[in-house]
């Protein structure tokens, strides 16, 4: 079944709010084509279209997924659990357009914001802003994840750990995992693989340092390394209108 929401934004007059409408419905296409980024793999192709356009005051429009996935579900618990609790359900790039999100309230460039899917609403206030930015300045923030390189150093005397080296950085990624791996782990030692689980990050840098592994899965080759063309994408159409054209449209009131 596919999946639908809904952006709903007040502002103050007809013109501003076209260009409010315009600015939170980049905000919240920037936010879902991210965390598909995240949490999905290269395998996993996510659509947009736009199957209702209201263009009265507040404008609002419906779009509708061709993925089974929740995706918008996730995006509306995770603002949610940004603004009531100040946590961090997503990665630091979903959570600074979070932020941005809280900062056309807070700023009064937007009234109101309505954000539906399902039963599921969310309606930011600035405390977004302000709680995504204590969670952006901190040093570092874990999230579940994954992280794909070579499996090396394998150490069980102070706890069983191992170490990624990823192939692009060689940086080295410290992994725990439960004694109950040990011999999945010894039969993966030189091999590449993806491990799974939560993952720590450096906040100014994105770059994973440490993951607790739950899961783990040998990667055969290279052919597995996802091409651009491969990445999920977020298409939003409107009939036979692109993004841009759409946008435009918007802007001079078409």
């Known amino acids: 079944m596919s999946e639908r929401i809904t952006i709903t934004i007040a502002a103050g007059g007809d013109d501003a709010d076209a260009r409010a409408f315009i600015a939170v419905f980049q905000d919240i296409l920037e936010m879902l084509d991210s965390l598909a980024r995240e949490r999905y793999r290269s395998s996993v192709q996510i659509a947009w279209r ?24 996730a995006l509306i618990t995770g603002l949610s659990a940004i603004q009531t609790d100040g946590r ?16 056309r309230i807070d700023s009064r460039q937007v009234d109101a914001i309505t954000i539906r899917s399902g039963r599921a609403e969310f309606r930011p206030t600035s405390v977004l802003a302000c709680n995504a930015e204590e969670v952006i300045d901190a040093g570092f923030y874990d999230m579940p994840s994954s992280v794909d390189g070579k499996l090396d150093i394998v150490n069980v005397h102070v706890g069983p750990r191992f170490s990624i080296f990823d192939d692009v950085t060689g940086r080295e990624i410290r ?24 993952v720590r990050f450096n ?43 759409f946008i435009r449209n918007q802007r001079d009131g078409r």
Do not use: W, Y
């Not at 359900?89 to 959570?95: H, K, V, Y």
């Open 50 to 73: 736009i199957i209702s356009l209201e263009k009265h005051s507040p404008p609002r429009v419906t779009l509708e997924s061709n993925s089974r996935r929740k995706l918008a579900a």
């Open 88 to 103: 961090k359900p997503f990665g630091m790039a979903t959570m600074k357009i979070a932020k941005r999100l809280g900062e």
């Open 175 to 198: 992994c725990r995992f439960p004694e109950s791996m040990l011999e999945m782990v010894k039969g993966n030692l030189g091999k590449k693989i993806t491990a799974s689980g939560i």
């Open 203 to 245: 906040s100014a840098t994105d770059h994973p340092t440490s993951i607790n592994v739950d899961n783990l899965e040998p990667l055969e080759d290279n052919e597995n390394i996802p091409s651009l063309e491969e990445m999920p994408v977020i298409d939003v159409t409107g009939g036979d209108l692109s993004p841009e054209q």
